[in-house]
C-alpha cells in the first residue's frame, strides 16, 4: 500500500481532523502542497501531465487504505492513466460494488448531500407507452415543495408525453427529460391507450433546496390514529423537519405509522439514526442499531489504539422525546428503496414488527464517505467505506430486502396524492393495519397479469436519476469512534 502509513495519520478515527473530510490536511509533513505553475500542467516523464498524476496518485493512496474492498483492488500504474474517471473506475470491485463514484466537481457534490440541486423539483418514472412500442411516457412521482415544479401546478399522477414538442421514446428520453429549460406537454390515456394532449407548461430548473419531506399527515380511521410520513432522501440539514413531523404525531397520540420510501435512495447515516430513535419501541436506549464494519486494514489499525473496543463501531439508540411508543412500523417499498431507506427497515427489525409493503428493495447494505484534495484540485471520490450489518447479523448481502406484502407502484393508474387514504399502497396499509378489506382487491387480480415493462421502466429511472441510492458517513459520526 504506498504512502499508506502516512495518509492514515490523516485518517485515524481516534485522531481525525474534521477537515480532512472537506479538504486534505494542511500539515505539511503529512501533505507536501505546492503552489500551481504553469509547468505543473505540462506532461512528466510518466507520458501524462502533473495534475492527473496529482489526482490519480490522491485516488491510489486514498483507495488503497480506505476502500472497503483495497485487499482485491488490480494493480494499475497510476502514472501510465491519462483519464482519472476511468483509472478509479478500473479499481472498483465489480460487480458488488455499484455505488461508489469520483467527480471532478466537489462543491457540487457537497450541494447535493446537502440536498441544493438543480432541479425542476419533480420525480419522474419513465416508462413505455405499451408493451410493443418504444414510444415513452414519464409519469410524475411526486413534487417537492416551493420548487419550479410545484409553481407549474404540476402534481403527482401527471404524465408527460412531449418536450419541446417532441415525442419521447426510448432513444431520446434521458436527454429531453434532462433539460433545464423546456416546454412539457401534458396528456392522458382513454380506455383505447391514446394519448390526449391536456396542456403545456414551460418550465425551468433551478438550483434550490429540496425539501425531502414530501407529505406529513394523521389519518383518523376505523378506530385508529394512523401517522403518514412520505420521505424523499435522507438529508441531514431538514433534520429539523423530521423531529417537527414526529412532534405533531406524537401530540396526536398516533396508533400507527405508515412510513413511504418508496422513493428514497438513502442518504446521511446520522439521520437514519436520528430515526430509529424516534421509532424503536421505548427501552432499548444504548441497543445496537448498526455495526459498522471497515476493511482488514483499517480494523487492525484501530485495534492497535488501547482504549478502543469493539462498542465504537456500534451505533446504539439513545432516548428521544419524540419516541412514538409504538411497537409495529409499516414501510412502504419499491425497488427505488435503497442504503439508508433500507437500514431502517433491517436495523429495527431485531426490536420491533417492521411490516414491508411492495416490491424487494435495492439491496445496499454499505456506506462511503467523501475524500477530496481542494489545496490542490476540485477532484472528490466517495468510496464505499464500510459494510452495516444490524444487531442479529441477520442481512442476506446478495439481495434487496423482500415484502411481506407484495405490491407493485402502479400510481400513474390510482393517481391520488401522497398521503390519500385511496392512494393504492396507502389503501393496502391502511387494510393490513385495520384488517378491513383491500378495496383495490380486484383490479390488482386483473393487473397481475398485465406485460406493463415496468422492470424496464426501473432502468429508465436509474439513468435518469444516477446518483441516487446512496448512503454516505458524515466526519463527525467517523469521529465519535472515539468516545
Keep these: 500500500m ?27 509533513e503529512l501533505v507536501k502542497t505546492k503552489e500551481k505553475t504553469e509547468e505543473e500542467t505540462e506532461p512528466t516523464d510518466t507520458g501524462i501531465d502533473s495534475e492527473t498524476l496529482m489526482v490519480n496518485n490522491f485516488i491510489e493512496d486514498t483507495m488503497s487504505i480506505y476502500y472497503f474492498w483495497n485487499e482485491e483492488m488490480p494493480d494499475i500504474n497510476p502514472e501510465k492513466q491519462e483519464d482519472s474517471e476511468e483509472y478509479f473506475n478500473q479499481l472498483l470491485k465489480s460487480p458488488d460494488d455499484r455505488w461508489s463514484f469520483i467527480t471532478d466537481d466537489y462543491e457540487a457534490l457537497i450541494n447535493y448531500f446537502s440536498g441544493i440541486q438543480k432541479s425542476t423539483g419533480y420525480s419522474l418514472m419513465p416508462m413505455y407507452l405499451n408493451a410493443t412500442s418504444n414510444q415513452v411516457i414519464a409519469f410524475i412521482e411526486y413534487v417537492h415543495r416551493d420548487t419550479p415544479a410545484e409553481e407549474a401546478g404540476l402534481k403527482r399522477g401527471d404524465m408527460i408525453y412531449k418536450i419541446d414538442g417532441e415525442i419521447i421514446d426510448d432513444q431520446n428520453y434521458s436527454d429531453l427529460l434532462s433539460r433545464d429549460i423546456f416546454e412539457a406537454t401534458l396528456g392522458e390515456l382513454d380506455a383505447n391507450n391514446e394519448i390526449t394532449e391536456v396542456s403545456t407548461v414551460n418550465i425551468e430548473a433551478i438550483e434550490t433546496n429540496l425539501h425531502p419531506v414530501i407529505e406529513s399527515t394523521v389519518i383518523d380511521t376505523l378506530g385508529q390514529k394512523i401517522g403518514y410520513l412520505a420521505y424523499s432522501s435522507f438529508v441531514a440539514n431538514y433534520d429539523t423537519a423530521l423531529v417537527n413531523a414526529f412532534s405533531e404525531f406524537k401530540n396526536a397520540g398516533v396508533t400507527d405509522l405508515i412510513f413511504d420510501l418508496r422513493y428514497n435512495g438513502g442518504g446521511a447515516v446520522s439521520t437514519a439514526t436520528l430515526l430509529g ?44 422525546g419524540f419516541n412514538l411508543g409504538l411497537d409495529k ?65 441477520s442481512i442476506d448481502y446478495s439481495k434487496g430486502l423482500d415484502p411481506d406484502h407484495e405490491l407493485s407502484d402502479y400510481f400513474y393508474l390510482f393517481p391520488y396524492q401522497l398521503g390519500d387514504p385511496r392512494e393504492l399502497f396507502m389503501a393496502k396499509a391502511i387494510s393490513v393495519i385495520t384488517g378491513e378489506p383491500f378495496i383495490y382487491e380486484d383490479e390488482m387480480s386483473g393487473l397481475k397479469s398485465a406485460n406493463i415493462r415496468l422492470e424496464q421502466a426501473q432502468k429508465f429511472k436509474k439513468n435518469l436519476y444516477p446518483k441516487r441510492s446512496r448512503m454516505w458517513v458524515e466526519p463527525s459520526e467517523l469521529l465519535k469512534l472515539k468516545k
Design 277 to 320: 430513535d424516534m421509532i424503536v419501541p421505548p427501552g432499548n436506549s444504548g441497543n445496537t442499531f448498526i455495526e459498522r464494519v471497515f476493511n482488514n486494514f483499517l480494523t487492525n489499525e484501530f485495534k492497535r489504539d488501547p482504549t478502543f473496543s469493539t462498542d465504537d463501531l456500534k451505533i446504539k439508540f439513545e432516548e428521544n
Design 329 to 393: 412500523l409499516y414501510v412502504l417499498t419499491t425497488a427505488s428503496t435503497a442504503s439508508a431507506s433500507e437500514m431502517i427497515i433491517y436495523g429495527l427489525e431485531p426490536y420491533m414488527d417492521v411490516i414491508q409493503i411492495g416490491t424487494t428493495t435495492h439491496g445496499k447494505y454499505y456506506a462511503s464517505t467523501t475524500f477530496s484534495d481542494q489545496k490542490n484540485h476540485n477532484w472528490a471520490i466517495q468510496p464505499i467505506i464500510l459494510r452495516s450489518i444490524n444487531a442479529t447479523n
Design 2 to 28: 504506498k504512502n499508506s502509513l502516512k495518509y492514515l495519520s490523516l485518517f485515524l478515527l481516534f485522531a481525525l481532523p474534521l477537515s480532512f473530510f472537506t479538504a486534505c490536511s494542511e500539515d505539511e
